[in-house]
Each structure stands twice: as C-alpha cells, then as structure tokens.
C-alpha cells in the first residue's frame, strides 16, 4: 500500500514536497516514483528512483520537462519516497501519484510497468 502526502495550493516559482509511505511489503528492489495527471490529458510520467541492482546504489530519472528543478529521493529505512518541487509552474498543476514496480517503463503510459498506485494528491500552481 502506498500512501502519498503533501500537495496544495502554491504560488508560480514556490516549492512544494510530496512524500509517499509505503507500506505492507518492503520496496528496497522495486522502482518507485511518481506520475502526474493534468484534467484532460493523459497520465505522465515525472521523476523515479530505480535499484541499480547493486548495494544501496540507486538511480534517479526525471522528465525532460521537471529536470533542474524536481528531486527524488529515498530512504529505505522508513519505506519512503520524497519528491521536493521547486520552480514551480502552472503547468505542473495537476494529480500526483505514487507508485512502486519492479521495472519502470518511462514509455509505456498509463502504468508505466508499475505494480502498485497510492492514491494521488492534488498541486495546484497559481500564476
């Protein structure tokens, strides 16, 4: 189960954080990132963090459109995955979700090769 948190309202170059809790299984091999879906437009992929295969060693992957000014991270030891916004646009308005699978697949949308969505959270950028 993945529960995401943070989203609101903010202001055109404000910041903002979403974290997402996992829960009910250990996520440590598993792709987690999160995806966006604007109203009227299909869901995208945004930024992931993937396992390397090796050790605690583990990738960040962004949208062309979020690099520079979107950051992943995880911490494995509370089963949590954080994306800090900053810069923020109108145009990143929309439904965030969270979601965990064992491969990531940033070209096959909606699902994205995930396994499991937490229930998305609403950022709004006012301009």
């Known amino acids: 189960q993945l529960q995401a948190y943070g989203g609101g309202l903010v202001q055109a170059g404000g910041s903002l954080g979403l974290s997402c809790a996992a829960s009910g299984r250990v996520f440590t091999n598993y792709a987690m990132g999160w995806f966006r879906q604007a109203p009227g437009k299909e869901r995208e992929f945004v930024a992931a963090t993937t396992w390397s295969g090796k050790g605690s060693v583990y990738y960040a992957t962004y949208a062309d459109s979020v690099k520079g000014r979107f950051t992943i991270y995880r911490d494995n030891a509370k089963n949590t995955v954080v994306l800090q916004m900053n810069g923020l646009k109108p145009e990143d308005t929309a439904v965030y979700y969270c979601?965990?699978?064992?491969?990531?697949?940033?070209?096959?949308?909606?699902?994205?090769?995930?396994?499991?969505w937490g229930r998305g959270t609403q950022v709004t950028v006012s301009s």
């Open positions: 979601a965990a699978g064992l491969r990531l697949r940033v070209d096959q949308s909606p699902n994205y090769g995930m396994d499991y």
